[in-house]
């Protein structure tokens, strides 16, 4: 997979702009998310927000949350989600950044999750709940490993 910083300077050489879209991991099941994000690559995309499903979802609307709630009864979590990451890295050209709340992740433990994520071809974390003023552990590991960290502000 590309890292998004590339992408954003690929098209910055070529005067465009980004297009991104957003894919709830496991909806409508897990194993169509691979064939989700194939497609849209092959459509042109510039890159994918590849969102982990999470219980409480305050940060997003009734559509996603419906999305994410159907994903979590179905099955999705953070292990499989990394299954499915990586058969998407053996195909996917675009860069994918990782959208999740950070429960998830500081439970998963954050150095192993960055790992995970970094291992497997994901190049940035979007983080929906952390404040930027708590984030001081998260973006000195992100570093580390050059992972972009991308907050909701």
Same mark, same amino acid.
Request: with cysteine; glycine share 6%; proline share 5%.
């Given at each position: ?64 949350? %419906? ?5 979590? $009864?179905?099955?999705? *979590?953070? #292990?499989?989600?990394? =299954? &499915? ?30 790992? %995970? ?5 994901? $190049?940035?974390?979007? *983080?929906? #709940?952390?404040?930027? =003023? &708590? ?19």
């Amino acid at each position: 997979m590309m890292r998004l910083e590339d992408k954003f300077k690929e098209l910055r050489k070529k005067k465009k702009k980004a297009f991104i879209v957003y894919i709830p991991f496991g909806f409508p099941s897990i194993k169509a998310t691979k064939g989700i994000c194939l497609t849209l690559q092959d459509a042109g995309v510039d890159a994918i927000e590849l969102g982990i499903p999470f219980s409480d979802p305050l940060a997003d609307g009734p559509i996603i949350q %419906k999305a994410t709630t159907a994903a979590l $009864s179905k099955g999705a *979590n953070i #292990d499989n989600f990394f =299954e &499915e990451l990586s058969q998407l890295e053996k195909s996917l050209k675009i860069p994918v950044a990782i959208m999740s709340y950070y429960n998830p992740i500081f439970k998963f433990g954050l150095a192993g999750f960055l790992k %995970k994520m970094k291992q497997l071809g994901a $190049s940035a974390l979007i *983080n929906v #709940d952390l404040p930027i =003023e &708590e984030g001081a552990e998260y973006i000195k590991e992100a570093r580390k490993l050059n992972i972009d960290t991308i907050f909701f502000i």
